[in-house]
């Protein structure tokens, strides 16, 4: 009989690969977060987090000034810091009010700002808004327009997490319990959120949430789209990437990762990445049942088209922003054919990564390598074990004696 010992070999072995694997993400950074909900009476608003490496820093800066949008800038200084001056960012020309010095150390930056949330009629179940009549579109809630909460409420230190949570002052009825925000969350180690959709991430990353909460839709076939625009400096390039996936661990159903990658120009490595589950969901709970898949479309480009005067983008890039950059449109809409619609539970939520260098790649987890070994390893096992009990019985039962003619 085998021993039960040897069917748990498989699974030991994959563990160890799995611990070896990990040992690798074990990189850990200090993680510093300064939160100004306001400055003299006004509601522009800035959050900083500084992730420290040994050699470099990571600055996300954040703020709802303009529009949502988020300064991602890497430098190769320990050292390096932010330098705000409060006076010309409120001014009418914010052009350098936000620098990272030494300036030197600066090797990449750019910029994600979310701009419109669309809503539009979906009558015939498809959840494909290129597809979706100009007619059938509501008009779009422009994020510049919405009137941003602020307080120190919202800024939880211990969590690393920060809400930006906005309403349509000129559009109660619709916003009268209503609200759309960005939760940012920082790390400063590998790691998963115990929600889903639970993505990996890494010293090098941080999270994006954005929700509706509340909002009453405009119809009862209602369903949603999010805009967002990007920097990338002239003579550097982004890409769309899908990757698959056969672990659905984290995310039942779900086997699709998206990912935007900026590229340096000399194509030599990946600079910065967006990365997110092809999937948001319905309910604060994000259960199985209640998860929505998401698709992008092609990157649409922005030059010239967009304002961003009043923004952190300009704020630290500069007057010259449109001149020295190329600025392009990601839209991703919410919902499945045939699927359910938002007037169901008045929830929506996705979650995105950003960071820099190559985004994370996922790995089997310790539950799916012991069940995928168990699987192919014990059939191999048993023929093993099982040609070597025939090999030693016909062995003890071989006789000496030749036979007689």
């Not at 809630?141 to 307080?151: N, R």
């Not at 906005?166 to 959120?193: C, L, P």
């Amino acid at each position: 009989m085998m021993r039960p010992w040897l069917l748990c070999l498989p699974c030991i072995l994959g563990v160890v690969l799995h611990q070896g694997g990990a040992a690798e993400e074990g990189y850990k950074r200090k993680v510093h977060i300064e939160f100004n909900s306001t400055y003299k009476g006004t509601t522009v608003n800035l959050l900083h987090i500084r992730a420290v490496g040994l050699e470099d820093t990571v600055h996300y800066v954040w703020s709802t000034m303009g529009v949502p949008t988020m300064l991602l800038v890497h430098t190769n200084s320990a050292h390096s810091m932010l330098h705000l001056n409060w006076t010309k960012l409120v001014s009418s020309s914010p052009f350098k009010a936000i620098q990272i010095e030494p300036s030197t150390s600066v090797q990449h930056a750019t910029a994600l700002m979310f701009t419109r949330v669309f809503e539009y009629y979906d009558g015939n179940n498809t959840a494909d808004f290129t597809h979706i009549s100009k007619p059938n579109f509501y008009p779009a809630y422009d994020l510049e327009y919405l009137v941003w909460e602020h307080g120190d409420w919202i800024f939880n230190a211990s969590t690393r997490t920060a809400v930006f949570r906005g309403a349509n002052a000129s559009d109660s009825s619709h916003f009268q319990n209503g609200s759309i925000s960005f939760q940012v969350t920082a790390f400063d180690s590998t790691g998963r959120e115990n929600v889903p959709p639970s993505l990996l991430h890494t010293a090098n990353s941080s999270k994006i949430e954005f929700r509706i909460e509340g909002v009453t839709p405009r119809g009862n076939f209602s369903r949603f789209g999010l805009e967002m625009v990007m920097l990338e400096r002239k003579g550097g390039f982004k890409t769309m990437k899908s990757v698959q996936t056969i672990d659905d661990e984290y995310t039942p159903t779900i086997f699709k990762m998206a990912q935007m990658l900026s590229h340096a120009e000399n194509k030599s490595h990946t600079q910065s990445f967006m990365q997110w589950k092809a999937v948001a969901y319905s309910s604060p709970m994000a259960r199985r049942d209640e998860a929505l898949p998401c698709q992008y479309y092609d990157l649409q480009d922005q030059n010239g088209t967009l304002n961003m005067a009043r923004t952190i983008a300009q704020a630290y890039f500069g007057e010259n922003l449109q001149e020295n950059h190329i600025i392009q449109a990601l839209n991703i809409s919410f919902g499945i054919a045939d699927g359910d619609f938002y007037d169901n539970t008045h929830y929506l939520s996705w979650s995105s990564l950003i960071g820099i260098g190559s985004p994370p790649e996922e790995s089997f987890s310790i539950m799916v390598i012991c069940i995928m070994a168990v699987a192919l390893g014990s059939p191999v096992l048993l023929l093993l074990v099982g040609g070597l009990v025939v090999f030693i019985w016909k062995k003890k039962h071989y006789s000496e004696y030749e036979p007689i003619n």
